[in-house]
C-alpha cells in the first residue's frame, strides 16, 4: 500500500540548533517526494521536491533533503532554525512531477525555544 | 508570489445541508485539486479537475461531491447534504503546467453541527 510515515509528531528544537524530520514513504513505483510546510492559518507551502539526479535537493528557507532509495527515506534538514520556522511540516509522494493526487504524511509540527 | 484565493475561510452548516466551497485559482493555471484535511489527521487528496473534466478522484469524492468551474475563473467544490465527518479544512490548489509547482490556498473549514 502507498503510505508516508512521519514518525515525529512533534519536535522542539532551540533556535540555531539544527534540525532533522524523519519522512519515510511505500510507494509502488518511483516515487516523486515533496515537502510542504503550513503554518497557522497558511496554505500548504512547497519547500523543496525530489524527482531524480542529485539525491540532495536544496528548498527554499534554508532547507534540504536527503533521498536514500535503500531505507525509502527523505528527511528534512535544517542547520540552523530560525523562530520563523515554527510551523506543521508534511512530507508527500506523487505519482509524477507535477505533484498531484499527493499521499501525505500526518506531519510533524515543530516548535522552536529561545 | 501569485495566491489562491479560497472563500470563505470558515463556513458553518447543518448537518444535511448543501454547500459549496469557493475557490479562485491562479489566472493562468490549467489543473485544479481538491484536498481536505480532518483536525489531526493527514492532509488527503479528493479530486483533480482538468480541462472542464475530473481527471482524478479518490474513494472519499463520492457521489455527495462534486466539481464544477463555471465561470471560468472560479473553481467550486458542492457537498449536497453534509454530514458530521465532513467537518474539516478544505484546501484548493492549482498547477499551471504539469512540471510546475503546486500552489495551495489557505483553505476553508468546514464544521458541520
Known amino acids: 500500500a502507498q503510505s508516508v510515515t512521519q514518525p515525529d509528531i512533534h519536535i522542539t528544537v532551540s533556535e540555531g540548533a539544527s534540525l532533522e524530520l524523519r519522512c519515510n514513504y511505500s510507494?509502488?513505483?518511483?516515487?516523486?517526494l515533496f515537502w510542504y510546510v503550513q503554518s497557522p492559518g497558511q496554505g500548504l507551502q512547497l519547500l523543496l521536491k525530489y524527482f531524480s539526479g542529485d539525491t540532495l535537493v536544496q528548498g527554499i528557507k534554508g532547507f534540504e533533503a536527503e533521498f536514500k532509495r535503500s531505507q525509502s527515506s527523505f528527511n528534512l534538514r535544517k542547520p540552523s532554525v530560525h523562530w520563523s520556522d515554527a510551523a506543521e511540516y508534511f512530507c508527500?509522494?506523487?505519482?509524477?512531477?507535477?505533484?498531484?493526487?499527493?499521499?501525505f504524511g500526518k506531519g510533524t509540527t515543530l516548535s522552536v525555544s529561545s | 508570489e501569485p495566491e489562491v484565493t479560497q472563500t470563505p475561510s470558515h463556513q458553518v452548516t447543518q448537518m444535511g445541508q448543501e454547500v459549496i466551497l469557493r475557490c479562485v485559482p491562479i489566472?493562468?493555471?490549467?489543473?485544479f485539486y481538491w484536498y481536505r484535511q480532518i483536525l489531526g489527521q493527514k492532509v488527503e487528496f479528493l479530486v483533480s479537475f482538468y480541462n472542464n473534466e475530473i481527471s482524478e478522484k479518490s474513494e472519499i469524492f463520492d457521489d455527495q461531491f462534486s466539481v464544477e468551474r463555471p465561470d471560468g475563473s472560479n473553481f467550486t467544490l458542492k457537498i449536497r447534504s453534509t454530514k458530521l465527518e465532513d467537518s474539516a479544512m478544505y484546501f484548493c490548489?492549482?498547477?499551471?503546467?504539469?512540471?510546475?509547482?503546486?500552489?495551495f490556498g489557505s483553505g476553508t473549514q468546514l464544521s458541520v453541527l
Open positions: 510507494y509502488g513505483a518511483t516515487p516523486y
Open positions: 490548489a492549482s498547477l499551471r503546467e504539469i512540471n510546475e509547482k503546486l500552489f
Open positions: 489566472s493562468n493555471h490549467l489543473y
Open positions: 508527500a509522494v506523487g505519482a509524477n512531477q507535477a505533484g498531484t493526487a499527493l499521499i
